[in-house]
Structures are given as C-alpha cells and as structure tokens.
C-alpha cells in the first residue's frame, strides 16, 4: 500500500488539507497554524515508526515541532467548511475523521493544552466539542469544551467506528 491510500484509510481528506508527502521516505508532514494563518509548527508521521517512541525524528511515528510559546494547532483549514461547532481533538487522525465529513475539527497535538487554549478558542464563536479518549488524557482535554464526549470501547476517534462519527455529527448538528 503506497502512503497516499494509508492516509485515505486514515480517514485524511487530501484536498481540503495538504500535507507535505515524501513518498520516498513514506513520511506525511503536517503544517500547524496559530489563529492568525502564521505557520508555527509541523507535525511528521512516519507509519513504519516505532508506536510508543515519542518525538523522535528518526525513530517514533510522530515528530511534533512548535514555535513556543504560541498556541498551535492543526486544521484551521476546516473552519470554513462548516458554521457548526468545531470538534477538539488530541490528534491529526482524530480530526480527520470529522472534517471528512464536512465538520471543522481542531487537533491540539497533545492532550493537556495551555490556558491561553481556552481564550483562543472562544475567539472563535462557536461551540467547541471536545472529543476525549476515556483515560486521565482525555479527561486533561474535556476542561477545553462546551460539550464533552468521552469515546467508548478505549479507542480514540480515530480508530472509532463509522458508526459512532455519525453519532457525534447527529448529535451537535445545527
């Protein structure tokens, strides 16, 4: 399987987000953005990386970069898709699953943000859904929402069922 199907499978819209692909090195970056469109950071995921090994260029699956102290964040890009809430997530993947189906979805790339988080997404306007893992993280994350929704079964979004996105979409649509 090249890389571009493995993102599809990963539920990655292509079009609306870009990434930077190295098909070579099977390896997708990820800009991130502050609220102002500045890029501030970038995200690399190797899928032949080692699970478990953290910010590791050369030998974890993730490899995050952020111009500190900004806050940062992946997929502002998915904020005109949709005039609905926006879905905070931990991670790119678990975005992915809700702007594939036209919802805005934030990931903040880690699962207990800065305070300036909090005012930054007010500045938003709309009602902010953070979609938790059901452990001590995810509860980390549920302080950033208006609603909160803790994923069954111990998976995340990304690994939930189409079932379950569905749900989520249904139950916050405006």
Excluded at 75 to 82: A, H, K, N, P, T
Aim: hydrophobic residues 30%; proline residues 5%; charged residues 25%.
């Amino acid at each position: 399987m090249n890389i571009y199907e493995h993102l599809r499978q990963r539920h990655m819209s292509l079009e609306l987000h870009r990434p930077i692909v190295d098909e070579q090195r099977c390896i997708v970056t990820y800009l991130l953005y502050n609220l102002s469109g500045q890029i501030v950071g970038y995200q690399q995921y190797n899928p032949n990386g080692e699970k478990g090994v953290f910010n590791s260029k050369e030998r974890g699956r993730y490899y995050t970069y952020r111009k500190a102290p900004t806050v940062t964040v992946w997929g502002v890009e998915s904020l005109y898709q949709s005039t609905g809430p926006i879905y905070l997530t931990e991670g790119v993947y678990d975005a992915a699953r809700m702007t594939e189906r036209g919802q805005s979805a934030l990931a903040t790339l880690c699962n207990n943000p800065p305070r300036d988080y909090r005012n930054w997404l007010r500045m938003l306007g709309r009602p902010i859904v953070a979609v938790c893992d059901n452990d001590e993280a995810g509860r980390k994350l549920a302080k950033y929402g208006d609603y909160v929704e803790v994923v069954p079964d111990g998976k995340d979004l990304g690994d939930s069922s189409d079932e379950y996105v569905e749900y989520l979409v249904g139950k916050y649509a405006t």
